[in-house]
């Protein structure tokens, strides 16, 4: 009864909370969050008035011309104008479009990071984002920093897809100035997709003041949105009608490396080579081919504790999987760069999840013969294939795999599609998983959005209820924010690309915040305060409760970029069957287990010298208690040199089975470059239960553009004493991109 009271003292905190500013309700939406073409903000490019020389000097004649300026902030304070001045120039010659700018500031620039797509939240920026085909969704993003660091990405959906893998050739220097720093940008027209038959493209300029914790646009976007928000952005004129001609990039790679097993005695040497292609079909499709693709110079995945009777979700790392992978994603992903307090939704089930192809269940990296990908828009269609085929692999069959995505988009900002993937042993016709369905994105006027997808699922190995749905309901506004859901996995689903926790569950969740902006709370340094409730409820397809869980917390949004966030976690389990929290003690037994654990969490200013992350756990765990910290410390003492010292520990006692046990990683991250094309990153992790060490160290030169030199050295060991050889690999692989 004392832990149920807990959680409803904290959710009536909370609305309390909401209660205690009923004045910041009426000034949160400064900005309008639609507007008609006749409001948008126009730009006329210029043709150049003789050669452009990109080294960051605004010496050219093109760029004494009328500038644009006026940028809106939506961060700090929605509505007014920018702290401080920018002015850019669009211009153009017939293989180029060229964006100039001057960013003017009264102080020194904070510059964080300069290798490539470099993080954009912690220094000062300055980017473009280009909707070539003026569908008010999708376009391509450039950016830079004060010592001309390259940023590019892909977006899709205003956002809902992001391809940070997307890469371009193109062009960008810097200069400082006595009052800021200049920029030239040279964007190859074959480097983008675009209709040349189209009047116009959208357009809109962004600008971080990392000091400030500023956030400026040229056309205005509201601050619960992003800058991929493209039904906001201005319109470019004058672009000649030329066409991006075909984009043919052939990249070989050769790699060679050596490699000895933990504990063994001696070392085997490899070589290999292979090749990726990349073909612009039409001007809106483009074709990838990889043959023998290999994915050595891939960082590592970190050791993490599990407390849960389910495995853990990893990432996807792999340059070619990331590459349009939102293409394929199915789902109501955020669109906004919101801190997420909670595990996304996904991860009970996420359709596509490209790990599944290449990787084993251990963790290891299954050969992969070829593959092809197909993305893009076609006769009014976004769609995207992919197959690959992998060797056999440790006495399994090699397999045929392939994901077909075709999106339609109607009305004002909405799209249907449906999506196909499948799985086949080669040789084996009783070895096969398919998934099909369908889904819809629907967005209302104003603030609402619909999302909804359902699928089915054939496997030999289940007969009945191979299907699974979702549906959420979500407003994302200044001020208030509200998501209502519900999904169903039925017992027989099955998906060999996908990631899933159970089956045989129904699902309903429910995610609610405020964000009122109190102007008392400036004075000590509170930007935004954020409570928030987010209730997840599971029972089996029989309506008997399976686990729940409620998370009730209030976040503090500060001026400096950092946040403090309270919460209480109350947690619901019923399992079937024992499970291992812990390899060395007795299993949890089956039944119903209830706890709750309080939560202190934060970080600080992440641009500054010294910055922290952590977080506090204290409360149950199943059928005890447990406290937990994890955390990290990072130095950064230039751009150039960045290094972070994390530890996560976590302590338990259980009374059922009794025991006590105690889980502590060590990991260690150092980044260093040398300059914008030479990096250095170093990963260490240390496990003191078992005294295990892994090291990972990877060297990176880019000797000319998208192409790599990489020396990649790994290392296992045991500090143990008992002589145990160490596993130790050096990998060198060479890339080579050539464009025609």
């Known amino acids: 009864m004392r832990r149920h009271s807990a959680s409803v003292v904290l959710a009536i905190a909370v609305f309390q909370l909401f209660l205690a500013f009923p004045a910041t309700v009426e000034a949160q939406s400064v900005l309008p969050n639609a507007i008609t073409d006749a409001e948008r903000p126009r730009v006329t490019a210029v043709a150049v008035a003789g050669p452009i020389q990109v080294d960051g000097r605004l010496d050219e004649a093109t760029w004494r011309g009328p500038s644009l300026g006026g940028f809106i902030q939506a961060e700090p304070r929605e509505g007014q104008p920018a702290s401080e001045d920018t002015d850019v120039w669009v211009a153009y010659d017939s293989d180029n479009l060229y964006v100039a700018a001057y960013i003017h500031d009264s102080q020194d620039p904070t510059v964080s990071d300069i290798r490539k797509d470099f993080a954009d939240s912690n220094q000062d920026v300055f980017q473009v984002i280009l909707d070539t085909f003026r569908d008010r969704r999708s376009g391509f993003v450039f950016q830079t920093n004060a010592e001309g660091a390259r940023g590019d990405r892909q977006v899709a959906n205003e956002g809902r897809e992001i391809n940070a893998s997307w890469d371009a050739i193109w062009r960008v220097e810097t200069q400082r100035v006595a009052d800021g720093w200049t920029l030239e940008m040279e964007i190859p027209f074959r480097a983008l997709r675009f209709d040349p038959a189209g009047e116009a493209w959208g357009i809109n300029f962004g600008r971080n003041l990392r000091r400030n914790n500023e956030v400026s646009y040229w056309a205005p976007i509201p601050r619960a949105y992003t800058f991929n928000r493209l039904s906001l952005a201005g319109d470019l004129f004058g672009l000649p009608t030329t066409s991006p001609g075909r984009d043919l990039r052939v990249k070989p790679f050769a790699s060679a490396s050596t490699v000895r097993e933990r504990g063994g005695s001696g070392f085997t040497n490899q070589t290999d080579v292979g090749i990726d292609v990349k073909y612009r079909l039409t001007e809106g499709l483009t074709l990838d081919v990889t043959a023998n693709p290999d994915f050595a110079q891939v960082e590592a995945d970190e050791q993490r504790v599990n407390l849960t009777q389910f495995n853990l979700f990893f990432q996807e790392k792999r340059e070619f999987f990331l590459e349009n992978s939102g293409t394929f994603y199915v789902g109501d992903a955020a669109r906004n760069l919101r801190i997420r307090l909670t595990p996304t939704p996904d991860e009970d089930l996420l359709l596509f999840h490209s790990r599944r192809v290449g990787i084993s269940d251990d963790g290891r990296a299954v050969p992969i013969q070829a593959g092809a990908r197909v993305t893009g828009q076609v006769a009014g269609l976004v769609v995207g294939g992919l197959w690959m085929r992998t060797d056999d692999f440790g006495g399994a069959p090699a397999n045929d795999y392939a994901v077909f995505r075709v999106r339609k988009n109607v009305l004002r900002g909405s799209d249907i599609g449906g999506l196909v993937m499948m799985r086949d042993a080669v040789g084996d016709e009783s070895s096969y998983n398919r998934v099909y369905g369908g889904d819809a994105y629907i967005r209302f006027p104003g603030e609402i ?59 309903y969740f429910t995610d609610w915040g405020l964000r009122p902006r109190p102007e008392s709370f ?177 060297f990176n030169l880019i000797h000319s553009p998208l192409s790599d030199l990489f020396v990649v050295w790994n290392e296992q060991r045991f500090e143990t004493g008992e002589g145990i050889i160490p596993g130790r690999s050096l990998t060198v692989k060479f890339t080579k991109m050539l464009a025609f």
Not at 548 to 557: E, Q, W
Not at 599 to 616: E, K
Not at 677 to 698: E, G, K, Y
């Open 522 to 698: 400036r004075g000590i340094g509170v930007r935004e305060i954020h409570p928030h409730l987010t209730w997840n409820f599971y029972e089996d397809l029989e309506g008997r409760m399976v686990a729940k869980t409620l998370h009730s917390g209030v976040t503090f949004f500060l001026e400096s970029g950092g946040n403090i966030q309270l919460a209480m976690d109350k947690s619901s389990e019923r399992i079937s069957e024992p499970f291992r929290i812990d390899s060395r003690i007795d299993p949890i037994p089956a039944g119903s287990h209830d706890w709750e654990s309080w939560v202190l969490s934060g970080a600080t200013d992440a641009s500054r010298l010294l910055s922290l992350s952590y977080r506090v756990t204290k409360g149950g765990l199943w059928t005890g208690d447990q406290k937990g910290f994890s955390g990290g410390l990072t130095f950064r003492p230039s751009y150039q040199l960045r290094s972070t010292l994390s530890v996560s520990y976590t302590n338990a006692d259980l009374t059922d089975p009794v025991a006590s046990f105690t889980r502590t990683f060590w990991t260690s991250r150092t980044n260093y470059s040398f300059n914008k094309n030479m990096f250095i990153d170093a990963l260490v992790q240390f496990d003191p239960r078992t005294n295990a060490l892994n090291s990972n160290v990877r």
């Open 449 to 507: 959005d619909w999302s909804t997808y359902v699928v089915g699922s054939e496997s030999p190995a289940f007969d009945d209820n191979q299907y699974a749905w979702r549906t959420s309901l979500n407003r994302e506004g200044n001020f208030h924010h509200l998501k209502l859901g519900a999904m169903e996995i039925g017992e027989g689903f099955s998906n060999d690309l996908g990631f899933f926790r159970r089956t045989g569950v129904r699902k």
